[in-house]
Every structure is written in C-alpha cells, then in structure tokens.
C-alpha cells in the first residue's frame, strides 16, 4: 500500500486523504515534505531555545492535518509554507491560508502546458501564443528569461555575468515569469 | 515567424512543473554534487518554490547537515508510527462496519423472507379451507342421495332377472304339467327343506295373486306384446312380473284338483330365477361397488380419485349407473371449482332425462 501511495501525485494523495479518509495517503503526503519542513524549520529551532522539536513537528503535522481537510490545496509546497510560518509566527491564531491571484494564472498555464504535453497540435499552439507573450515582455526580462530557460545556465553563471546575487537573481526571475503568464493571460492577440 | 527557432520547444519549459526537492537532492545542490541536467532541473524549481529556496538557504546558514538528517529521520519515523495503527484500526473498523452492515442485511432479508413464507402459507391455507367446505356439504348431502340412489339401484335387481326369466317362465310351465309324476320325488328327495320353504312362499303368492288370477287373461296378451315391445321399461317390468304371477296362478288353477305336480312346478321354478338373479346381479353388483368406492374417495374429499372412478363408471357401465355417475361427476367439479365441466356435467344429466333430471336442473340452476 506505501509503495502504491508513494508513486501517487499530490493531488491524488489530497483527495484520498479528504473523501476516503485515508490516514495512509495524509501519511505519504506529510513524508514527502517532512524534509523540507525540516529544513526550513531547523533555524526557528535553533534560534530560539523555548523551541522544542518533539513538540513543534507533531503540532504542526497536526495541524496541516487538520487544515488539509478543510483547504483548498493548489500547490503543497505553498501551502506547508504558509501553514509553517502560521505557526512560527502566531502559534495561537490558525490563519487561513488562500493561493495569490497572480499564483492562480500561473498555475492555470501550468495546467494548459501539462495538457499540452501529449496533444501536437495544442502544443504548437501554445508554443507560438508564448513567443508572441516573450516578443512583448521588455528587453531586460527577456533576456534573463532566455538566458536562464533557453540556454540553461545555471544560477552561478547568471550572477557572475550580471554581478547579482542568487537571491536577487531568484526573485527578479520570478518576477519576469509572473510578467510573462499575464501577457499571456491577457494581452494575447492572434 | 519565432517558431522556426531551434529552442522554440524550449518555451514550455518555462512554465513547466517539477517536484520539490527530494531528502537527498538538498544537501548534494549544497556541496555541489549534481548533473548540469539536474542542476538546471533543481535550479528552475527554486525560482518557483518558496518553500525549497528557504529550505536551502536555511540548510546554508547550518554548519552541518547531521541535524538536519537526523531530524528528518525522526519526523518520518514519528508519521509513520502515527499513521500506520491509525489506518490498521480504521480498517478494521472499516471490515466490522462492513460485516455488520452484511448481517443486518442478512437479517432483513430473513425477516422479508418469513414474513412472505408466512403470507403465503395463510393464503394457501384459506384456498384450502375454501376448498374444504364442499366436499363436507357433500357429505352430509350424500345419505339423501346415497338412498336414492341405492332405491334406484334396488330397481335394476328386480328388473333383469324378470327380464331373463319372463322367457324360460313360460316354457317352464309348459313344461311342468307334462312331466308331473316322475320328478317330484327326485325333488322332494334332492331339496327337502328348500321345498318346504317354497310351498310356504308359493302358498303365500297364491293367496296374493288369487284375486287378480282369473280375470287377467285377456289382459295378459296384451301385456306379452307391450313386453315384446319394450321389455327394458321399469314398468313393463313390472308388469311382466305380474304377468308371470299371473301365469303361475293360471297354471295352479288347472292343476288345483291335483297339488302335487302344481308344487313340483313351483319348486323347479323357484330356484332357477334365484340362480339367474345371481348370475345378472354380479355386472350391477361391480359397477355398484365402483360408484360406492367413488362415493367413498368423494366423503373423503378425495375428488380426483372419485372423479378418476366415476369416469370408469360412465366408460364402462351403462343405464342408471352413467347418469349417476356423471351426476356425481358434476358435483365432484363444482366442489372443485371446475365450473365450467360441471355445469357441461349437469346438462349431460339434464339430456339424459333419467331421474337425477330434477337435481341436476336445480344444481345448474344455483350455480
């Protein structure tokens, strides 16, 4: 059964979870991230004493169960995030944890490209709608953009050449992408 | 156009999904330790992930990865021992809820199936307890009938044998006064108590017919032709029977001044009916005891195996007993329920204009 489950997506693991209240799946799904929660958890620890963590990661696999009942769940990476810098933030208010608008639109052509991976002829499609969306994006996007995805040079090589840092690097990418999808969202013309 | 570019596949990269970072995939970014492929793969994951940069950077700023590991380790420990008796007891839960969903199942189907066998059994029985009544009215209808029928059945005794004897009779008293001295010794020497008994019933007829002897002569010829032409009517019966009594008295007018012939005559005539009776009686005798054990079957409510006799009755045998037969027959089907054939049973009877004619007519009539 472990072995079935852990080949499942996130997706699948979610909705197992939620309509056949299957402990398993949430089990599979809480193994699959315990490492970066981990990680991403460690400083808090080690930072502040009063923390201990026999107490921090049951109550908040707790609470990610809890809130994996009720939440609407695009991208689980987002949402363990969230619910991990709740309870490290306000350990005694549960905040809600909603997806961005601008994280919407890209996942909605996350989805379309996933779709598109099979079909030829949606694939051509989308391929000519996204040039179009990169032509109209400006220069300095563009070309980090070209730079990172076309011509896959690394992190490293990227802020040797533009004299950034990673971080910076990172966001101004993210940023560009964020760009990119509302172009193609919105200012698509044939 | 831009598609004619070698890269332009290259363009969906961009928005494609890859899977966060796995355990091992973390620590080997840090130190290094990945394919260019892989790299590019891990690299273009973070700038979409929150939550893997932060992993990393926080991995970053740690002096070693030991903690990291070891933690990890525990956490995944700590959901599996979690999960794992939580999903056993929730499937066993799961298999009992089943098991007891099945029994009530089970059970209700019981319950439907007893309650039907129940209303089937009680609607049998009162299609039994319907069917019942008739054959008890039936019964106690039957010593009416029964007696009827048994007068009707004394008659035909009565009327064969004097059918029969109506022909030798005569011969027999012309032959007596011609053979008068001879026999009677034989006789009286053969059957001495029996002669005895017969001049006392030879007597007792002579004082009855003593009357009716002289006049009926003429009479008597007439009567000889009526029996020529129907000899098998009750009453020609009879009166053939009269006729021979009549003869005899004629024969024991002349035969008066001497006694002795006149009684030998009697005592040779006397038994011979006796034995031809016999002789006729037994066919009457076989159908009556078939109708009597059809009668028998029909008290006992046996009604296919009296209505199976009184068939064989009606095949076989012939007068009285067919219309009997087919009399009873009727009533057999109309405690049956078969109405239509007893209703057909009862016109038959009807047709056959014999002495049920009345019966089956009111019985057709209150059906």
Not at chain 1, 40 to 60: A, R
Not at chain 2, 302 to 326: F, P, Q, T
Request: glycine residues 4%; positive net charge.
């Amino acid at each position: 059964m472990q072995q079935q489950l852990t080949n499942l997506s996130d997706k699948e693991l979610i909705s197992r979870a939620r309509k056949q209240h299957d402990r398993e799946a949430e089990g599979v799904l809480m193994d699959r991230y315990s490492h970066l929660l981990v990680a991403v958890t460690l400083p808090h620890i080690s930072q502040q004493s009063n923390l201990d963590p026999n107490v921090v990661f049951p109550s908040l696999l707790q609470r990610l169960s809890a809130s994996l009942k009720t939440q609407t769940i695009y991208k689980v990476n987002e949402w363990i995030l969230h619910i991990q810098k709740g309870y490290l933030g306000k350990p005694e208010k549960n905040t809600p944890f909603y997806p961005s608008r601008d994280g919407r639109d890209l996942l909605h052509i996350e989805n379309t490209v996933d779709k598109a991976a099979t079909n030829i002829i949606d694939r051509q499609d989308l391929i000519v709608r996204l040039e179009q969306a990169l032509q109209r994006l400006n220069a300095d996007d563009r070309a980090l953009i070209t730079q990172f995805y076309l011509e896959n040079k690394p992190f490293s090589d990227l802020s040797a050449t533009t004299g950034i840092s990673r971080e910076k690097l990172r966001t101004q990418l993210k940023a560009a992408k964020g760009k990119l999808a509302k172009l193609f969202m919105n200012g698509y013309v044939k | 156009m831009l598609s004619s570019k070698p890269n332009n596949d290259k363009v969906l990269k961009i928005f494609s999904t890859i899977r966060c970072l796995s355990r091992d995939q973390l620590p080997r970014y840090l130190e290094g330790r990945l394919t260019d492929v892989e790299k590019h793969l891990v690299e273009q994951h973070l700038t979409d992930c929150d939550l893997c940069f932060d992993a990393l950077q926080a991995l970053e700023k740690e002096e070693n990865t030991d903690r990291y590991q070891d933690l990890t380790n525990k956490l995944q420990r700590y959901v599996h021992t979690s999960i794992q008796p939580v999903s056993h007891t929730q499937k066993i839960a799961q298999y009992t809820r089943k098991e007891k969903n099945k029994e009530h199942m089970l059970v209700y189907f019981w319950i439907v199936a007893f309650i039907g066998l129940g209303i089937g059994s009680v609607y049998v029985m009162r299609g039994h307890i319907r069917n019942q009544p008739p054959p008890m009215h039936i019964m106690a209808g039957l010593p009416a009938k029964d007696s009827s029928v048994t007068t009707a059945v004394s008659n035909p005794p009565v009327v064969t044998p004097v059918d029969h004897t109506t022909t030798p009779a005569p011969e027999a008293t012309h032959t007596a006064p011609v053979t008068p001295p001879a026999k009677p010794v034989l006789a009286a020497a053969q059957k001495p108590v029996d002669s005895a008994a017969l001049k006392k019933a030879a007597a007792l007829k002579a004082a009855q017919h003593k009357a009716a002897a002289d006049s009926i002569r003429k009479v008597q010829q007439a009567n000889l032709l009526k029996q020529k032409q129907d000899s098998i009517r009750k009453a020609a019966a009879d009166k053939a029977d009269k006729d021979n009594k009549a003869k005899d008295d004629d024969n024991k007018a002349p035969a008066k001044p001497d006694n002795k012939p006149a009684q030998v005559a009697k005592e040779q005539k006397a038994p011979e009916p006796a034995k031809k009776e016999s002789v006729a009686a037994s066919p009457i005798n076989s159908d009556e005891y078939l109708y009597k054990a059809a009668m028998v079957y029909q008290q006992q409510g046996n009604l296919s195996e009296a209505i199976d006799r009184y068939r064989r009755l009606e095949a076989v045998s012939s007068g009285k007993y067919v219309e009997l037969a087919r009399y009873q027959l009727a009533i057999c089907y109309r405690s049956k329920g078969q109405m239509g054939k007893a209703r057909r049973m009862f016109r038959e009877v009807i047709r056959m204009d014999g002495s049920m004619k009345d019966a089956a007519k009111q019985a057709l009539d209150s059906m």
